[in-house]
């Protein structure tokens, strides 16, 4: 399934230069995520009910274009690495101008994490079935996991 959000940006995102600050892509980002999880039915409610949540390990940004400001973008979601039971998750947004150029790509990996025990878990099956047929990036790749 695509994912893809589209956004009016806000004077607060850009910086002295008249472009837009660079941890605002990271903000978008997060947000297209939270809205991925809202539109195919997981809402803050079912994170607190199911003592789970996503956590980032790394964040990593590719800036390609500037966005200037007035400028409206758009952001995908894409699966690019996924374990074999769902418990950590790669997942790649891809920013867009107005115009429709890529302006960034911004790359995280992550996983799900008890919220009582405070330790990486497997999610419930609601939340591996949308990453699971969630659209992959052509790289695609399954996370191997060490023995423990």
């Given at each position: 399934m695509n994912f893809t959000v589209q956004f009016t940006t806000r004077w607060a995102d850009f910086d002295a230069n008249i472009h837009m600050r660079h941890t605002a892509y990271n903000d978008y980002a997060a947000?297209?995520?939270l809205r991925?999880?809202?539109k195919f039915g997981i809402?803050?409610?079912d994170f607190t009910k199911e003592k789970v949540g996503p956590i980032l390990f790394e964040e990593n940004t590719k800036f390609?274009?500037?966005i200037h400001l007035g400028e409206d973008i758009s952001v995908n979601l894409k699966i690019t690495g996924l374990s074999a039971k769902g418990e950590r998750w790669k997942i790649q947004h891809e920013v867009f101008n107005s115009q429709g150029k890529l302006s960034a790509v911004i790359?995280?990996?992550g996983a799900w994490?008890?919220?009582v025990k405070r330790k990486l878990t497997v999610p419930p099956e609601k939340f591996q079935q949308i990453f699971n047929d969630a659209e992959k990036t052509t790289d695609f790749k399954e996370i191997p996991l060490k023995s423990e």
């Open positions: 947000e297209a995520r991925f999880f809202n809402t803050i409610h390609f274009k500037e790359n995280v990996y994490l008890d919220l």
